[in-house]
């Protein structure tokens, strides 16, 4: 399915019958979804406030904003293999415990991706829980402002020719 150039804004899953655990206030996802050209702003949800994904194939995300969310920009709650995130700008994303722009469960991908601004508890940028063992995040080419991690036996992050300003704590 693709989704392409819109403003998706307002929306909220918070405590939402049938929605899971209230994820993707502003677009909860599953399937193979491509969204490109994107706003997805101010949007609120327990998970992944700006976008919530539920995918049993890969999600490509592009020349998009994911901006002032509350409970994360993005997450990827169940297994979305290989997604691909490129062009894309996550600013002022907040989650009140960890993962502000990102929580990713499954192996991503950013290329040419900026992380800046956003909030958490801990790991405001990108946030690996346990449960994503053996799965990697590939940062290329791109600029995180933000501490990123992961908790117990989660992946790891590969980085190439990215500039990132905080070490990953653990």
């Known amino acids: 399915a693709l989704l392409d150039g819109f403003t998706i804004t307002h929306g909220a899953a918070v405590g939402v019958s049938g929605n899971g655990n209230g994820d993707g206030g502003g677009i909860a996802l599953d399937g193979a979804p491509t969204l490109v050209n994107l706003t997805i702003e101010a949007n609120e949800a327990v998970s992944g406030g700006g976008i919530g ?3 049993t194939g890969a999600l490509i995300l592009s020349r998009s904003t994911v901006q002032d969310n509350e409970g994360s920009g993005l997450a990827i709650t169940q297994n979305a293999p290989d997604s691909t995130i490129t062009n ?3 600013t002022g994303n907040h989650n009140d ?4 722009a990102m929580q990713l469960r499954s192996s991503t991908t950013l290329n040419n991706v900026t992380i800046e601004g956003n909030t ?3 790991f405001a940028g990108i946030f690996m829980p346990a449960e994503s063992f053996g799965e990697t995040v590939t940062i290329r080419n791109s600029l995180v402002g933000e501490p ?3 908790l117990g036996n989660a ?3 590969l980085i190439e020719n990215s500039a990132v300003s905080h070490p990953c704590p653990e």
């Open 53 to 55: 994904v539920r995918a």
């Open 155 to 157: 992946g790891g992050y």
């Open 88 to 90: 894309v700008t996550f």
């Open 120 to 122: 958490a508890g801990t």
């Open 148 to 150: 990123f991690g992961s």
């Open 97 to 100: 415990v960890r993962g502000g």
